[in-house]
């Protein structure tokens, strides 16, 4: 109709970027927790200029990091771009000049060169703050002026955005997908990086097909690597249609691997056509393996291989178990929780064993979106749930949890989260009791503006 202008929903309300680099003292409101010192470091996608792309997909922005400094019950704010050699070629040139998943719209500029973004998570191992994106090596970030100081290319090739930190071995172990020479192929890596930051093995295995591994799931012995078909085709995005396409005619298979043994030895389970972006935690019991995961009937985000507009699809938590002496391939499958939800935490000092307490963000709205207005506690052993739904349109990120000390028991401390209020059209930063969320932040630290929603955060002590 005359007057209608389509807005891309990816550069509208709170996740239009906000451009400007500041530091800001905040005001708290309540009392941060003596115990509580260190650092929330969060990323998301922020593109410096107007994308090029008018299909611009909210994954390919570049990274931004914003820090939470907590000390002595103050909170201070910091936030910069990561700049990548794409940022600066852009920055170079005053606009926009790659385009994304649709490269063909890309400018003559950009192509061959890296258009890496370090938009997804940021992490820190071996005494390095690493921003991560699953299509490029590890980016390194200062962590206390959060200046950027590049690849490390120890690395040589992708790495995921999700990593696992073995809290045993001091070890951080990780997968890259479509590692091979030409795009949008179906070879992975696996490898694993020693306590001391050197990286030890990088393998390429192939899988089934092409396919958008977000994450995937490590235990203390094996490793799990979930190929579902949210599919890559190169011979696709050069038609104009999609890179990244759901087809849900294909199976979802996990490459399950013992993380010691040769990549030749990975078996192969398989389900019906889902998708996960996040699991929760993986271990091992009496011969078989237990993985929790946010399970999707489809994968979100992202079209048919038509380019048609997929489905709207809501995650929630769900059971895998996989008989590793048994004969069959398949996944058993039971549900968890039926509280529509994503990014899901627990206390990793457990990671890769068996748990009780897990977290995540919630939609009580069902409204099959990533806006999630709510944060919930599940204690995995009881079933109990419990949950604090935020009021007027606020919205929250991904809770992470924090030890109230190295040695506190399982589920002991606090939660963190950045909550968007739409009203005020800015952000704070909030503290849980990681025991008793229901009863609402213990303290609040208010940043003058807005945060963008991003994806993922970690804590780093103080």
């Known amino acids: 109709m005359d007057g209608d202008v389509r807005i891309n929903p990816y550069l509208a309300g709170n996740f239009a970027p906000v451009r400007s680099e500041d530091d800001f003292d905040l005001k708290v409101v309540g009392e941060?927790?003596?115990?509580?010192?260190?650092?929330?470091?969060?990323?998301?996608?922020?593109?410096?200029?107007?994308?090029?792309d008018p299909n611009y997909h909210w994954f390919t922005g570049d990274g931004?990091?914003?820090?939470?400094?907590?000390?002595?019950?103050?909170?201070?704010?910091?936030?910069?771009?990561?700049?990548?050699?794409?940022?600066?070629?852009?920055?170079?040139?005053?606009?926009?000049?790659?385009?994304?998943?649709n490269p063909m719209a890309s400018d003559p500029i950009a192509m061959g060169k890296d258009g890496g973004v370090a938009n997804t998570n940021i992490v820190s191992h071996a005494g390095r703050l690493l921003a991560l994106e699953e299509g490029h090596m590890p980016f390194e970030m200062e962590p206390k002026t959060l200046n950027s100081l590049g690849y490390v290319e120890a690395?040589?090739?992708?790495?995921?955005?999700?990593?696992?930190?073995?809290?045993?071995?001091?070890?951080?172990?990780?997968?890259?997908?479509?590692?091979?020479?030409?795009?949008?192929?179906?070879?992975?890596?696996?490898?694993?990086?020693?306590?001391?930051g050197n990286v030890v093995r990088r393998s390429n295995f192939e899988a089934p097909y092409s396919a958008m591994l977000h994450d995937?799931?490590?235990?203390?012995?094996?490793?799990?690597?979930?190929?579902?078909?949210?599919?890559?085709?190169?011979?696709?995005?050069?038609?104009?249609?999609?890179?990244?396409?759901?087809?849900?005619?294909?199976?979802?298979?996990?490459?399950?691997?013992?993380?010691?043994?040769?990549?030749?030895?990975?078996?192969?389970?398989?389900?019906?056509a889902c998708y996960v972006f996040h699991p929760m935690n993986a271990y091992e019991v009496d011969g078989k393996i237990v993985a929790d995961v946010f399970r999707y009937d489809s994968a979100p985000l992202f079209p048919l291989a038509d380019g048609s507009r997929g489905a709207k699809s809501a995650a929630r938590l769900a059971r895998w178990t996989f008989d590793l002496s048994g004969a069959s391939d398949a996944i058993r499958e039971e549900a968890i929780d039926d509280l529509d939800g994503e990014f899901p935490r627990f206390d990793e000092r457990l990671a890769g064993g068996a748990y009780r307490h897990g977290w995540f963000a919630g939609d009580t709205t069902r409204s099959g979106s990533v806006k999630l207005n709510a944060i919930a506690h599940i204690d995995?052993?009881?079933?109990?749930?419990?949950?604090?739904?935020?009021?007027?349109?606020?919205?929250?990120?991904?809770?992470?949890?924090?030890p109230a000390s190295d040695n506190a028991s399982e589920g002991e401390g606090w939660l963190t989260a950045v909550i968007w209020r739409a009203a005020e059209n800015r952000s704070d930063f909030a503290v849980f009791d990681a025991q008793n969320v229901a009863a609402g932040p213990i303290a609040l630290a208010e940043v003058p503006r807005r945060v963008p929603f991003g994806f993922h955060g970690n804590w780093v002590a103080g």
């Open 216 to 272: 995937f799931m490590v235990t203390e012995n094996y490793v799990l690597f979930p190929v579902m078909p949210l599919t890559g085709s190169l011979e696709r995005a050069m038609k104009g249609l999609p890179a990244y396409a759901w087809e849900p005619e294909k199976a979802a298979y996990v490459g399950v691997m013992r993380r010691d043994a040769d990549v030749s030895t990975i078996r192969w389970f398989h389900t019906g």
């Open 32 to 52: 941060i927790p003596k115990g509580l010192r260190g650092t929330l470091y969060r990323t998301g996608p922020n593109p410096q200029f107007e994308p090029r």
């Open 155 to 196: 690395y040589r090739g992708r790495v995921t955005a999700h990593p696992k930190l073995d809290p045993k071995t001091g070890e951080m172990v990780w997968f890259g997908y479509s590692v091979g020479e030409t795009p949008l192929n179906a070879t992975l890596s696996y490898g694993v990086t020693d306590k001391t």
């Open 64 to 101: 931004m990091i914003h820090a939470f400094a907590v000390e002595d019950g103050k909170v201070t704010y910091r936030n910069r771009y990561v700049r990548t050699p794409k940022f600066e070629l852009e920055r170079e040139h005053g606009r926009s000049l790659f385009a994304g998943f």
């Open 380 to 402: 995995l052993t009881t079933g109990k749930r419990s949950v604090y739904e935020l009021n007027g349109g606020d919205l929250t990120s991904e809770p992470v949890f924090t």
